[in-house]
Structures are given as C-alpha cells and as structure tokens.
C-alpha cells in the first residue's frame, strides 16, 4: 500500500516559478545526520567517514595510485606518466590521507616503502604501510579478481567473461599495470573482508564504482607551497580530557567554504588540493557560478540552497546499502537525498525555460547546468518511489528503527496485529491461570501474578519475590516459588521468573513474536537492498552533479 501523505517523484507538480519551490513542503533533514562526521567548519572526521587505503605500483617510469574509500565504496585509479612521479605520489598521499598503504612484498614494493619513509609526506594522521603477497599484483590474478568483485549493478550473477568486458567502460583493461594495481587492491581488501557482509560466506567484495584518470590533470602543488599560500590551515584544540581534536583554522578553504552539502565540502578541499590545469574546465567552473550572479537567477541560489540542504552524505548511505549494513538514518538520507535531488533538476530546468521564453541566445547554460538539466532522473524516482512505498519513515522516526508499511507483507501485517494483541491475550490467560489450584493454594495474591512476555526469551510467568534469606554464606539471596507446576528461570526487579506447562504453549503457538516481526522486516529490506543495488552508478553520478553545484 502506498503511504500518499507526500507524492512520488513522479507525482511531483510542475513548478511555476521558484516561488513555489520556496514555500514547498520538503522533508526536514534527520537530525543525527546532520553534523555526523564533520567537525566544526564542515571539516571531516575520519572515523566516521571510515578508512581509506591507498596501494601503489611503479613500474617502466610510471606510478599508478589506487585508492578505496570505504564511506563511498569507490575505487580511484591515477596513472601519473611524467618524470616527477615520487612528487605526484607524495601530493597525492598528503591529499588522501590514507589510513592504510599496501604494497607487494618485492624489490619494487622496498622502493615504494623507502620513498614513503624518507620523504617528509605531512597527513592529518599517520598511516600503516601492509605488505601485501606479490601475487596479488600479478596480471592474472588481479585480472581473475576483477572478474569476480561486483561493481556497481554487475552483480554476481553476470558472467565472468562478460564482468570483463563490462569493465571497459570504467578502467582501461588493456594497461596490465593499471590491471596489476587495482586487483591487487581488491585482492588484498577481498581477503580482508573489508566492504563484504558479514554474512556472505563467499567474502563477494564490492565496488560501487571505479574511477580512472591521470594525474597530469592536476596542477603539482608540494605540501611546503600549500603551507606558504595557506591553502588549508590545521589548528589544535585541546580539551579538559587531555585529548585534543584538529580542526581546520584560518585559511583560503574555511574562506571559500559555503558549501550546503558534506560532499560538496569534500569535492572543495580536492579542488584546493589538486587544482585543475585545464583552462576549459576552469572556464566552465566559472560559467556557472557567473551563471548564478547574474540577476536574472539570483531567486534560484536560495531555491537550490534549500533543496541542497536536504542532501546529505549519500555516498555513504548508498555504500551501507550495497554492503547490507544501512541503518535507518542512513534510508532517511537516500529517501531525502532523492527527493532533493529531483527538486535541484526541477530548479535548473525552471531557469532553461526562462532563457528559452527569453531567446537569449548571448547567455548560454553552462556546462554542469546543461548535464543536470538533460540527466535523467528515472533511477532517482525508482528509488525514492520504492523506499516510499516500503517504509513508514514517520512511525520509524518515533522507533528508532525501520518500520515497513502496513499492506507490503500480509504475514507481517498479521504477526503485528498478533504483537498488538498481546497485552490483552496475556491478561486473559493470567486471569484463567489464576483460577488453577495450585495458585489458590499458594500464597500469591492473584493480584500479584502475571504472565509475560521477553523479546528473545519467550513467555514467563511472573510472581513477586516475598522474601529473602542467607544462603551458603550470601545475604539477601530471594525465596523462590518451588511446586511441581513452576520451573524457575530468574530473578529480576524484585520479581521472580519461572515457566510453566501454559506458558510453553505460547512459546509454541505465538512463537518469539518480536524477532519474528523482525526476521520479516529484515527480509523485505533486504530486497529492497538488491533492487536499490543497481542504480549505485546512476546515483553516484547524481551526487557528483550536486557536490559540484
């Protein structure tokens, strides 16, 4: 049954001006994702972000980097083909951080270690660096290990062979040092069991995406130049537990930094770390925001500021959905960030009728605003629509936890009218227990008897601890009910615990019902889970559009 309360993405009214956009009823973000993982300045922590590790290989006067980041479950490969590769690599270690460095245990693997031991790379936090086994970064055993990671919607029911060639379109698979890198990673990450369920007994590791590009496309900046321009600014801050925590000070990122989102913060500080050498991709970086200064848009920036403030870190919830490890703040973030995303292309698209009704040919769209305006939003509203239609985010809110849509599942439906129930059914059946003659010939006031009901437990019956005695040299060790009727279980709260023929009855008739209605839950998500799992590329893609934005 769909909840009707908000509409679909599909059902979303056309905008006559932005107007309506500012008075539209959108979601209010979930407070617990609101500032998780950033410090004060939208700066990132990263324990909550989770660890990256970084893996090189140097081989013929090349140095491929790769990177997994295990908050988007993404894969970046950067080849650096110049003469300068110890200088890329070690801006590219001060601009990742990684948590954790593999290298192959052979000669080549010794040079990487001693370059990273020797050359004064300066990162918020110290790294490890893991040897990891040589053949691991052979050509056919990395290419065999890609051809069994599921990445993106290639899941693990696509062939091998067809894996491989699907693979094309992301990584150049004829560079067999660029093949050796990535799958040694994955090799060494699969064995790790980093990013794999826990309880996939096959240990499928798990891409969201991987990325390739060179690292001639950014500008070299060495850590000394970035310290004289004051680029970033790390400041220490103590604190009465004698645990101090690092924060970014005054510097040209915490001026330029105004970013609505936690993604578009991120995609700034890499900006200001590897600036782009391209002039085009500069000037287009400019466009848009000339764009957006002119007057004619000046009433979109608030509309988009509004939408952005409804995307959170949805990288990070579409990684813990591919791993099946979402919690509900995690769904809140993806259901938002999809409605979020819908309303910014709806925004763009209000600006490129204006211009269209204008025939102002002089004032072109920008770039990024032309792919948002022309990217579909299908997968979008498909994932929107189906966590609508699935979960009750209301009653979920008030829970704590995930709470599916009464009509999705029938035997669900009827386990909770059962749980409903319960209180009711349980004061019935005292009341008759209470009538049995070994009841009456105690001395339990029958007001005093209950019968309830433990999640993971079952069924007891409860009777009131009447006194208390020594024991074996203990003091206040409780006087427990002993009849051929009561087996006792445990004391608690003042209250003793026993089980009976009756309550037995309900532990096999009415069952664990709480872990039943659970089981049920977790089954319909998990569905959820793999129907979500094939539209990771597409949303990714979304996300990098509004980071930019």
Same mark, same amino acid.
């Given at each position: 049954?769909?909840?009707?309360?908000?509409?679909?993405?599909?059902?979303?009214?056309?905008?006559?001006?932005?107007?309506?956009?500012?008075?539209?009823?959108?979601?209010?973000?979930?407070?617990?994702?609101?500032?998780?993982?950033?410090?004060?300045?939208?700066?990132?922590?990263?324990?909550?972000?989770?660890?990256?590790?970084?893996?090189?290989?140097?081989?013929?006067?090349?140095?491929?980097?790769?990177?997994?980041?295990?908050?988007?479950?993404?894969?970046?490969?950067?080849?650096?083909?110049?003469?300068?590769?110890?200088?890329?690599?070690?801006?590219?270690?001060?601009?990742?951080?990684?948590?954790?460095?593999?290298?192959?245990?052979?000669?080549?693997?010794?040079?990487?270690?001693?370059?990273?031991?020797?050359?004064?790379?300066?990162?918020?936090?110290?790294?490890?660096?893991?040897?990891?086994?040589?053949?691991?970064?052979?050509?056919?055993?990395?290419?065999?290990?890609?051809?069994?990671?599921?990445?993106?919607?290639?899941?693990?029911?696509?062939?091998?062979?067809?894996?491989?060639?699907?693979?094309?379109?992301?990584?150049?698979?004829?560079?067999?040092?660029?093949?050796?890198?990535?799958?040694?990673?994955?090799?060494?990450?699969?064995?790790?069991?980093?990013?794999?369920?826990?309880?996939?007994?096959?240990?499928?590791?798990?891409?969201?995406?991987?990325?390739?590009?060179?690292?001639?496309?950014?500008?070299?900046?060495?850590?000394?130049?970035?310290?004289?321009?004051?680029?970033?600014?790390?400041?220490?801050?103590?604190?009465?537990?004698?645990?101090?925590?690092?924060?970014?000070?005054?510097?040209?990122?915490? +001026?330029?930094?105004?970013? #609505?989102?936690?993604?578009? $913060? !991120?995609?700034?500080?890499?900006? /200001?770390?590897?600036?782009? &050498? =391209?002039?085009?991709?500069?000037?287009?970086?400019?466009?848009?925001?000339?764009?957006?200064?002119?007057?004619?848009?000046?009433?979109?920036?608030?509309?988009?500021?509004?939408?952005?403030?409804?995307?959170?870190?949805?990288?990070?919830?579409?990684?813990?959905?591919?791993?099946?490890?979402?919690?509900?703040?995690?769904?809140?973030?993806?259901?938002?960030?999809?409605?979020?995303?819908?309303?910014?292309?709806?925004?763009?698209?209000?600006?490129?009728?204006?211009?269209?009704?204008?025939?102002?040919?002089?004032?072109?769209?920008?770039?990024? +605003?032309?792919?948002?305006? #022309?990217?579909?939003?299908? $997968? !979008?509203?498909?994932?929107?629509? /189906?966590?609508?239609?699935? &979960? =009750?985010?209301?009653?979920?809110?008030?829970?704590?936890?995930?709470?599916?849509?009464?009509?999705?599942?029938?035997?669900?439906?009827?386990?909770?009218?059962?749980?409903?129930?319960?209180?009711?059914?349980?004061?019935?059946?005292?009341?008759?227990?209470?009538?049995?003659?070994?009841?009456?010939?105690?001395?339990?006031?029958?007001?005093?008897?209950?019968?309830?009901?433990?999640?993971?437990?079952?069924?007891?019956?409860?009777?009131?601890?009447?006194?208390?005695?020594?024991?074996?040299?203990?003091?206040?060790?409780?006087?427990?009910?002993?009849?051929?009727?009561?087996?006792?279980?445990?004391?608690?709260?003042?209250?003793?615990?026993?089980?009976?023929?009756?309550?037995?009855?309900?532990?096999?008739?009415?069952?664990?019902?709480?872990?039943?209605?659970?089981?049920?839950?977790?089954?319909?998500?998990?569905?959820?889970?793999?129907?979500?799992?094939?539209?990771?590329?597409?949303?990714?893609?979304?996300?990098?559009?509004?980071?930019?934005?």
């Amino acid at each position: 049954m769909q909840d009707t309360s908000r509409p679909g993405l599909e059902q979303l009214p056309v905008l006559a001006s932005l107007a309506d956009f500012q008075h539209a009823s959108l979601p209010e973000p979930y407070p617990s994702e609101q500032t998780e993982g950033l410090g004060e300045n939208g700066e990132e922590d990263a324990e909550a972000l989770g660890k990256t590790f970084m893996t090189v290989r140097q081989n013929r006067g090349r140095t491929i980097s790769v990177i997994y980041s295990v908050r988007t479950g993404e894969l970046t490969a950067i080849v650096a083909e110049s003469s300068r590769d110890n200088e890329r690599l070690k801006q590219l270690v001060e601009m990742t951080a990684p948590d954790e460095i593999i290298v192959p245990s052979s000669a080549a693997g010794d040079d990487v270690v001693h370059f990273l031991s020797t050359a004064g790379i300066l990162v918020p936090h110290p790294f490890t660096i893991q040897f990891s086994k040589a053949r691991f970064f052979t050509f056919e055993h990395a290419k065999s290990a890609l051809s069994t990671v599921e990445i993106g919607d290639i899941s693990s029911d696509v062939l091998p062979e067809e894996r491989w060639w699907r693979l094309r379109s992301c990584v150049d698979v004829d560079d067999a040092d660029l093949v050796a890198a990535v799958g040694g990673l994955v090799s060494f990450l699969a064995e790790r069991r980093v990013g794999t369920e826990l309880d996939d007994d096959n240990g499928t590791f798990r891409v969201s995406r991987i990325i390739q590009r060179p690292a001639e496309d950014t500008m070299l900046i060495d850590s000394q130049s970035q310290r004289a321009l004051q680029i970033f600014s790390v400041d220490f801050h103590p604190s009465s537990h004698g645990v101090g925590r690092n924060k970014e000070g005054f510097s040209l990122y915490s +001026l330029l930094n105004r970013a #609505t989102t936690r993604i578009g $913060s !991120l995609l700034l500080r890499r900006w /200001l770390q590897a600036p782009l &050498v =391209d002039t085009s991709a500069v000037e287009n970086r400019q466009a848009t925001v000339s764009f957006f200064l002119h007057d004619r848009h000046a009433e979109a920036v608030p509309a988009l500021r509004r939408a952005l403030h409804n995307i959170n870190d949805v990288p990070r919830a579409i990684q813990r959905v591919s791993t099946a490890s979402a919690l509900l703040p995690d769904w809140i973030v993806l259901h938002q960030g999809c409605l979020a995303m819908e309303q910014c292309k709806d925004i763009i698209a209000h600006e490129v009728s204006r211009i269209d009704t204008m025939r102002d040919t002089a004032h072109s769209l920008p770039v990024l +605003l032309e792919q948002i305006h #022309t990217k579909s939003t299908e $997968s !979008l509203a498909i994932i929107y629509g /189906l966590l609508q239609e699935t &979960v =009750d985010f209301t009653e979920s809110q008030q829970r704590g936890a995930v709470t599916i849509q009464t009509g999705i599942s029938s035997e669900l439906d009827d386990a909770r009218a059962v749980f409903a129930g319960l209180e009711a059914h349980l004061a019935t059946v005292a009341d008759e227990e209470r009538e049995k003659d070994w009841v009456k010939a105690s001395d339990v006031s029958p007001d005093d008897f209950s019968i309830v009901y433990y999640p993971q437990i079952g069924f007891l019956v409860s009777l009131p601890i009447q006194s208390y005695e020594e024991r074996n040299g203990e003091q206040n060790v409780p006087v427990v009910v002993e009849c051929d009727e009561l087996s006792f279980r445990f004391c608690a709260e003042g209250r003793a615990f026993y089980k009976n023929a009756r309550v037995e009855e309900l532990d096999a008739d009415i069952g664990d019902i709480c872990s039943i209605i659970s089981d049920l839950e977790g089954a319909i998500m998990r569905d959820v889970e793999g129907r979500i799992v094939r539209y990771v590329p597409d949303v990714l893609t979304w996300c990098d559009a509004v980071a930019e934005l």
